[in-house]
């Protein structure tokens, strides 16, 4: 490729990019890192398989699923929301308030890799698929681990609702 076309191919995604954002700071280019950094790991995690003579599952039973489903959720929620892991947030977001019982609000700050990551690490939808890719590797190389782990967190998610269900009751 030539260094024209190199330049053409370039201002032409630039475009594209710019096209898509509408005026708006959406950092593309730290995005597509960002699924990079999860193909790269999610390629670890097999060739680990592999390296360890380990097969994927024909399945997974439908309970292992429930479980790792309430898991995945409450862990999200709590590495996005809680205000004891704002810590982990904090070198990308802003604290904005409180956004329900036990959450924080919190903002997006920077540009390019840091905004990217201040997305990623403020929603409890996109870790979901972070979450839950570590979940599913855990129940296929350490079970009885994974499974002890994520009970905490069903548990603890059962006990939120419960939290929730009384306080609705006192105010009635």
Known sequence: MTST???????????????????????????LIIMGAYGAAVTGMAAFLAVRGRRLPDRLTWSDLALLAVATHKLSRQIAKDPVTSPIRAPFTRYAGTSAEAELDEEVRGAGLRKALGE??????????????????GLIVVPRSTRAAASVFAVLTGSDMLQYAYARLQQD
Do not use: D, N
């Not at 076309?5 to 995005?31: I, V």
């Not at 939808?125 to 972070?130: M, R, Y």
């Open 5 to 31: 076309q190199k330049k053409r191919m370039t201002a032409r995604l630039l475009g594209e990019m710019e096209a898509y954002a509408q005026g708006h700071e959406r950092p593309l280019g730290s995005f």
């Open 120 to 137: 990623l690490v403020s929603c409890p939808f996109c870790l979901g698929q972070w979450v839950a890719t570590i979940g599913v590797f």
